[in-house]
């Protein structure tokens, strides 16, 4: 992937990674790091035309983290509070 669309899905992660902040609040580095990665995973998979498979996500980052059946609650968890939309909330334009 080009710089452009690495710097577009970072961002658009980054930025609805604060709809969990108040949920990570007591979570330790790595969790935290987990639940971000999870909000780059969907920022991927919303921008890019050829995804990478949650498998592949599993496989690479999340193995020695957590099960694939985790992994997927975590994602369809945080696809829920998000209402199942991803966007930049227009706060973040202010």
């Known amino acids: ?13 980054l930025c609805n ?6 949920l990570t609040a007591q979570m330790g580095t790595k969790e935290k ?3 971000l990665t999870i909000h780059i995973y ?4 919303w921008l890019e035309d050829e995804d ?8 690479h ?3 020695k983290y957590c099960s694939f059946d ?5 994602v369809k968890k945080l696809w829920s509070l998000r209402d199942f939309r ?5 706060a973040m334009f202010e």
Do not use: C, E, N
């Open 86 to 90: 991803i966007a930049v909330p227009d």
């Open 33 to 35: 790091l987990m639940v």
């Open 52 to 59: 990478i498979i949650l498998g592949d996500w599993h496989r």
């Open 17 to 22: 990674s604060r709809i969990t902040q108040d």
């Open 61 to 63: 980052l999340f193995k």
């Open 1 to 13: 992937y080009g710089m452009p669309d690495v710097r577009a899905i970072l961002a658009l992660a």
């Open 42 to 45: 969907l920022a991927h998979t």
């Open 70 to 74: 985790a992994l997927t609650d975590a």
